[in-house]
């Protein structure tokens, strides 16, 4: 099907083990995009990538890892989860190209670190 | 700081009537600014995109206007109906040309039938 998918939906996970969240998206879109959502805070970016082998940091980024080896994959890892780290996480995906700007986000991964 | 604050009480209204959401922002320049709306257990979803050129915009029911003067965006959907109960967030580009997004908390809509 196309459009942008997230997996796991839901995910249980111990302090200390690294966790990776999937992102998949169809339409080739040169961006994509992972944010956070947590109470209070709203949606806040982890990191961005505008092409594959291209990323860069968003608000937060401490505590994750993210690679992009090829254009429709933009995996986020976890490499030691914490606790302050249960959250939403939604990927989202646009166009680089001018007057394109719609961000199109997955299903969203709610992620529990006991 | 860079900052968007949209008003985080939740909004309630009877149906039929307008409801209006407020954006304001402070140290952006932004080009254009977005609006989305997200319920519950879901990703948030593209509503309307309004430029530094363009006063206000509408598509069927909603209308959003920009004043980069006051540096504040309104939201408005007018006859409001109980499926319109959601989250509504507003998103400005964190830097120009680079695409990423700066939400707002949101608003929480609920619309009485």
């Known amino acids: 099907d196309a459009g942008i998918t997230q997996s796991p939906r839901y995910k249980i996970t111990e302090t200390g083990r690294q966790v990776t969240l999937m992102c998949h998206q169809t339409?080739?879109?040169?961006?994509m995009f992972w944010y956070r959502q947590d109470l209070g805070h709203g949606l806040r970016l982890i990191y961005y990538?505008?092409?594959?082998?291209?990323?860069d940091k968003g608000e937060v980024p401490d505590g994750y890892v993210v690679s992009r080896s090829k254009t429709e994959n933009f995996p986020l890892t976890l490499e030691s989860a914490t606790r302050s780290q249960t959250s939403v996480y939604f990927c989202?995906?646009?166009?680089?190209?001018?007057?394109?700007?719609?961000?199109?986000f997955g299903p969203g991964t709610r992620l529990l670190v006991l | 700081s860079q900052k968007i604050e949209q008003n985080s009480e939740a909004l309630n209204i009877q149906e039929g009537k307008t409801a209006t959401l407020t954006c304001n922002y402070t140290n952006y320049s932004p080009a254009y600014l977005q609006w989305y709306r997200q319920d519950p257990g879901r990703g948030p979803v593209f509503l309307l995109l309004?430029?530094?050129?363009?006063k206000e915009k509408r598509k069927e029911r909603l209308k959003v206007t920009f004043d980069t003067t006051l540096k504040q965006s309104l939201f408005h959907i007018t006859a409001s109906q109980p499926a319109d109960s959601a989250t509504y967030l507003c998103a400005l580009e964190k830097d120009t040309g680079r695409r990423a997004l700066t939400f707002g908390s949101g608003t929480r809509l609920q619309v009485q039938p």
């Open positions: 309004i430029r530094e050129n363009e």
């Open positions: 339409w080739s879109h040169s961006y």
């Open positions: 990538s505008a092409a594959a082998d291209i990323t």
């Open positions: 989202a995906s646009t166009w680089d190209k001018g007057n394109q700007e719609t961000q199109y």
